[in-house]
């Protein structure tokens, strides 16, 4: 399958600072990108959408101006945290996919685990 | 919108032994059923995939089972190992232009016991 390339997988940052995870696709052109944020032995959640050249959009109760997010390339979406504090640590999980392909499927990078102190 | 449950949230089975896993969803357009792996710090890796014009789809000793009339898929793995040691995440969506509805279950953890 095709590979998606999220960096970094885990960082540490102190509360109030600002964070950017990159999630890149190698192998191919991703049209579109999802952010997922993940607790605990729980499920995926979507936190948005990013379609390359344009605008994210927001899943309700995701606050737009605190997770920026960027898609200025067919192959590279950026999440930054703003301002962050201990209640953002979570696992990030970014997506991938080619709406121009036949294939719709989403490929997963392996995740970053953020933990704010 | 969509609502999918999984079932078992746990699961232990003896080395060799099957594993199934079910889940329902409530959207009748719902069409595109994939199932996660994730293995511990890693993201989720697709392991298989069933669209709705087909009840079965088998890979190695790993199959899906779509039952569109109930809104019910279920994941099979036969002759377990060690490695299949994770948790699964099953889906659902509506195959197309928008994948961004997409809707993932509460995962089961399998735990294969050697």
């Known amino acids: 399958g095709a590979v998606v390339s999220q960096h970094p997988s885990r960082v540490i940052c102190k509360s109030g600072t600002s964070v950017k995870i990159e999630c890149r696709s190698l192998d191919f052109q991703a049209t579109t990108m999802f952010w997922y944020r993940q607790f605990p032995k729980q499920s995926l959640m979507l936190m948005a959408t990013?379609?390359?050249?344009?605008?994210?959009?927001?899943e309700q109760g995701v606050e737009k101006d605190k997770f920026l997010i960027n898609h200025a390339s067919l192959t590279l979406s950026t999440l930054t945290v703003t301002s962050a504090h201990p209640e953002d640590s979570s696992f990030y999980i970014c997506?991938?996919?080619?709406?121009?392909?036949?294939?719709?499927?989403?490929?997963f990078g392996q995740g970053t685990r953020l933990t704010v102190v | 919108g969509e609502n999918v449950e999984q079932h078992p949230s746990t699961l232990s089975v003896q080395e060799g032994d099957s594993a199934v896993i079910k889940c329902t969803y409530s959207d009748s357009a719902s069409n595109y059923f994939p199932w996660y792996k994730q293995e511990l710090g890693k993201g989720p890796q697709l392991i298989i995939d069933i669209r709705s014009n087909v009840g079965e789809k088998k890979d190695q000793r790993i199959a899906v089972t779509l039952n569109k009339t109930a809104k019910h898929f279920s994941l099979h793995i036969t002759e377990t190992q060690p490695e299949d040691s994770a948790v699964y995440f099953c889906a659902a969506s509506t195959t197309g232009y928008n994948n961004n509805d997409m809707r993932f279950g509460a995962g089961t953890r399998l735990t294969v016991k050697p």
């Open positions: 990013s379609n390359e050249g344009s605008k994210a959009t927001y």
């Open positions: 997506s991938a996919q080619n709406r121009g392909a036949l294939n719709t499927e989403a490929f």
